[in-house]
């Protein structure tokens, strides 16, 4: 699968057949998202594989209820360790580049995901609190995104996209 086609053919996928996550694609798409650019090359993302259905339930709920969630063979928790990157930018570091980088680190996974034949949704609809403490998070880390991941079943068509020229501009506003 080329580029193109991944991004204009991957959706959010909320329903799952019960086929496992083989450990290869699991590594694919870890490994495709350990590829994402990040400021400074730091890297400040940290990732759980979740199988345990009783801590994907606990993500589930953390979700406000989202329990597709705990219906995916594998659940990836993704969090941003801010003073990764306040270390080297501050602030800014802290508060705005680790979340683009993750969000680069995300979106890789996504992607591979969908190519590979897998489903996967970015749940970011979740109370961190819960979330961390399912996923037993130090408090160093924020947890930023709930992947479920597996075989999809179900085929959503592409949502409504905004047209080009309704949020391009040339040169300024």
Same mark, same amino acid.
């Given at each position: 699968?080329?580029?193109?086609?991944?991004?204009?053919?991957?959706?959010?996928?909320?329903?799952?057949?019960?086929?496992?996550?083989?450990?290869?694609?699991?590594?694919?798409?870890?490994?495709?998202?350990?590829?994402?650019?990040?400021?400074?090359?730091?890297?400040?993302?940290? @990732?759980?594989?979740?199988?345990?259905?009783?801590?994907? &339930?606990? *993500? $589930?709920?953390? /979700?406000? +209820?989202?329990?597709?969630?705990?219906?995916?063979?594998?659940?990836?928790?993704?969090?941003?360790?801010?003073?990764?990157?306040?270390?080297?930018?501050?602030?800014?570091?802290?508060?705005?580049?680790? @979340?683009?980088?993750?969000?680069?680190?995300?979106?890789? &996974?996504? *992607? $591979?995901?969908? /190519?590979? +034949?897998?489903?996967?949704?970015?749940?970011?609809?979740?109370?961190?609190?819960?979330?961390?403490?399912?996923?037993?998070?130090?408090?160093?880390?924020?947890?930023?995104?709930?992947?479920?991941?597996?075989?999809?079943?179900?085929?959503?068509?592409?949502?409504?996209?905004?047209?080009?020229?309704?949020?391009?501009?040339?040169?300024?506003?």
């Amino acid at each position: 699968m080329d580029t193109f086609e991944a991004i204009y053919g991957r959706r959010s996928i909320r329903a799952f057949s019960k086929e496992d996550v083989t450990q290869t694609q699991l590594t694919k798409i870890l490994d495709a998202g350990r590829q994402a650019p990040s400021a400074g090359n730091l890297q400040p993302w940290e @990732l759980v594989v979740v199988r345990d259905s009783k801590r994907k &339930m606990a *993500l $589930a709920r953390a /979700a406000f +209820g989202q329990y597709f969630i705990a219906e995916a063979p594998i659940v990836l928790v993704v969090c941003v360790h801010p003073a990764r990157s306040a270390r080297r930018y501050g602030d800014r570091g802290a508060g705005l580049y680790c @979340l683009q980088d993750t969000a680069a680190f995300i979106q890789n &996974m996504l *992607l $591979a995901s969908h /190519a590979i +034949g897998l489903g996967s949704c970015w749940v970011g609809a979740f109370d961190e609190a819960r979330a961390a403490e399912a996923i037993e998070a130090p408090d160093a880390l924020r947890p930023v995104a709930i992947i479920p991941v597996g075989s999809p079943a179900e085929s959503p068509s592409a949502p409504p996209r905004r047209r080009l020229e309704d949020f391009v501009q040339e040169e300024r506003f």
